[in-house]
Nanobody
Framework: EVQLVESGGGSVQAGGSLTLSCEASGFTFSSYCMGWFRQVPGKERDGVAAIDIDDKTNYENSVKGRFTISRDNAKNTLYLEMNSLKPEDTAMYYC???????????????????????WGEGTQVTVSS
């Protein structure tokens, strides 16, 4: 059974930092493209960052230079390091996975949620001003 379990969310003040983790199980983690997404109530789920099986990364424009996505294949874990947090970063954050054979050929599309097959339950991030 595929499982993705996010952790590391919480409440921080603007300018602070958090690191999210996503522990994966039930599939060959190293063979999957992975992504982080976020959603606020009443809005669509948006891509934040993505990483392919070769560790190539892509970011949504508003988080470039502040967030870093990484993966540890030995630990089956995906990370999202978030620095210089802003109130507009407040959202539920989800990790997601898609097998390599279904990753988009155009890498820039990897931040789009429609490519992903498996999803975690999310972890809440709240940034206060």
């Amino acid at each position: 059974e595929v499982q993705l379990v996010e952790s590391g969310g919480g409440s921080v003040q603007a300018g602070g930092s958090l690191t999210l983790s996503c522990e994966a199980s039930g599939f060959t983690f190293s063979s999957y493209c992975m992504g982080w997404f976020r959603q606020v109530p009443g809005k669509e789920r948006d891509g934040v960052a993505a990483i392919d099986i070769d560790d190539k990364t892509n970011y949504e424009n508003s988080v470039k230079g502040r967030f870093t996505i990484s993966r540890d294949n030995a630990k089956n874990t995906l990370y999202l390091e978030m620095n210089s947090l802003k109130p507009e970063d407040t959202a539920m954050y989800y990790c997601a996975a898609v097998p390599r054979e279904e990753c988009p050929i155009l890498f820039r599309l990897l931040v789009l949620p429609q490519w992903y097959k498996y999803w975690g339950e999310g972890t809440q991030v709240t940034v206060s001003s």
